[in-house]
């Protein structure tokens, strides 16, 4: 991997960026195995203290932000799409879990 000030044309920045993008999207992948663990394990308590922590960890992210030099207000977007659409895919993969159990329950 070289610094961004190594790089001698746009083509060897493109390279370099799209080597950080599919680190990003394996570390997303890893987070999002996380989260799934993290719903089985839940229990009733740990959801009602879903809207504490999900303040909390913007927060924890909008300082690491500006620690590197970035906008906090990016980060915390990013974020926030992120979880929401982890939430979403999380509720699908419910929905089709339940929708099986009782086609299962009335066969």
Same mark, same amino acid.
């Given at each position: 991997?070289?610094?961004?000030?190594?790089?001698?044309?746009?083509?060897?920045?493109?390279?370099?960026?799209?080597?950080?993008?599919?680190?990003?999207?394996?570390?997303?992948?890893?987070?999002?195995?996380?989260?799934?663990?993290?719903?089985?394990?839940?229990?009733?308590? +740990?959801?009602?203290?879903?809207?504490?922590?999900?303040?909390?960890?913007?927060?924890? #992210? !909008? /300082?690491? =932000?500006?620690?590197?030099?970035?906008?906090?207000?990016?980060?915390?977007?990013?974020?926030? +799409?992120?979880?929401?659409?982890?939430?979403?895919?999380?509720?699908?993969?419910?929905? #089709? !879990? /339940?929708? =099986?159990?009782?086609?299962?329950?009335?066969?």
């Amino acid at each position: 991997m070289k610094l961004p000030e190594q790089c001698d044309d746009i083509n060897e920045i493109r390279d370099e960026i799209d080597h950080l993008d599919h680190q990003i999207i394996q570390l997303l992948g890893k987070r999002l195995s996380y989260v799934k663990v993290a719903l089985k394990v839940q229990n009733r308590e +740990d959801r009602d203290q879903f809207a504490k922590r999900f303040q909390t960890m913007l927060s924890d #992210r !909008s /300082q690491w =932000a500006e620690v590197e030099g970035i906008n906090p207000d990016i980060v915390e977007c990013v974020y926030r +799409d992120l979880i929401n659409r982890f939430i979403k895919e999380e509720m699908k993969a419910w929905q #089709r !879990s /339940q929708a =099986a159990s009782e086609s299962t329950i009335k066969e």
